[in-house]
């Protein structure tokens, strides 16, 4: 597969001092099997994310119990069997990746090392859509070819967060990736009965609306499209948001509360980069309306 997976570093650092000193260390993390220690917990963030591809996404992950300036945690990353980006199945014994995060250190007031929070930036795109599922883990014994991580942990860990109790140092996550269009790709759609005339023309309320949208490159960026020198675009899912009479949710467009589309999923573009679209007085609504259509990506009706 040709997938691109350049990381680019950003080991950062984030400090918290402790005003008070226990005599009698209590570990903090979740119980660890045996031959797994657990010197540090680890969390990353975003948990799930949804870009077009080439777009760079970014994982942050925080980890905890850095108490000494200078120290260095190395973590290993794994796209796991089923990920777009999987060059070699599920393997902990040699991760994809490794990379290391080094606590900068600073000094509490009796000038001790304070406790610090190493943050590691993970950086990476993909040339291909579908879904990635990435385990991270801190790699105790810096041995790649030991598997010192929570195997049976899921991307939701609250969910199924697998053999060792919660909080550990290993977390997965997951980034999804679509297809990204031409810079130029255009979305028109007008009513079948007066293509690029007065759409706004009153209608008996019992007659409906077709609507044809059209996705193309607009190669003559005049927002009208040529059949002769431009090209479509297939399999484009749309989704639409009414404003007006029918609104089935009365939300209209720019409500900070509309976060979903009142239509989902109005239709794809098909061989031809169309789709029809027919819609009546649902409500028994007599009014203008308007409705917005937009190609949904990523399918998720936002």
Not at 170 to 185: C, M, Y
Request: aromatic residues 6%; contains cysteine.
């Amino acid at each position: 597969m040709t997938a691109s997976r350049a990381v680019r570093r950003k080991p950062l650092a984030m400090f918290a001092s402790l005003a008070v000193m226990f005599a009698l260390l209590v570990p903090m993390a979740g119980t660890a099997s045996a031959g797994h220690t657990l010197a540090h917990d680890m969390n990353c963030e975003d948990e799930t994310e949804t870009n077009g591809t080439t777009v760079v996404t970014t994982i942050t992950c925080t980890i905890d119990g850095l108490d000494v300036a200078g120290d260095t945690t190395e973590v290993d990353v794994e796209f796991l069997a089923g990920s777009v980006n999987d060059d070699d199945g599920t393997s902990y014994t040699s991760p994809d990746d490794t990379e290391s995060c080094e606590d900068g250190g600073v000094t509490d007031a009796d000038g001790g090392a304070a406790d610090g929070d190493c943050v590691l930036e993970y950086e990476y795109t993909s040339a291909d859509a579908g879904t990635d599922t990435i385990a991270f883990w801190i790699d105790d014994d810096t041995n790649n070819t030991t598997a010192d991580l929570d195997t049976t942990e899921g991307r939701d860990e609250t969910v199924t967060p697998g053999d060792i109790t919660e909080p550990d140092d290993t977390d997965v996550v997951e980034r999804s990736w679509f297809a990204s269009l031409d810079p130029q790709a255009t979305l028109d759609c007008d009513d079948e009965d007066s293509r690029l005339d007065d759409v706004t023309a009153p209608r008996p309320i019992e007659e409906s609306v077709t609507y044809i949208c059209t996705a193309f490159v607009d190669s003559a960026a005049d927002d009208d499209f040529d059949p002769l020198t431009e090209d479509v675009i297939s399999g484009v899912v749309v989704d639409a948001e009414v404003e007006g009479t029918n609104d089935p949710d009365n939300l209209g467009f720019a409500a900070a509360t509309n976060l979903t589309a009142d239509l989902n999923n109005v239709g794809t573009t098909g061989a031809d980069g169309t789709f029809t679209f027919t819609r009546g007085a649902t409500e028994g609504e007599d009014g203008p309306v308007e409705i917005c259509f937009w190609a949904d990506f990523d399918d998720d009706a936002v």
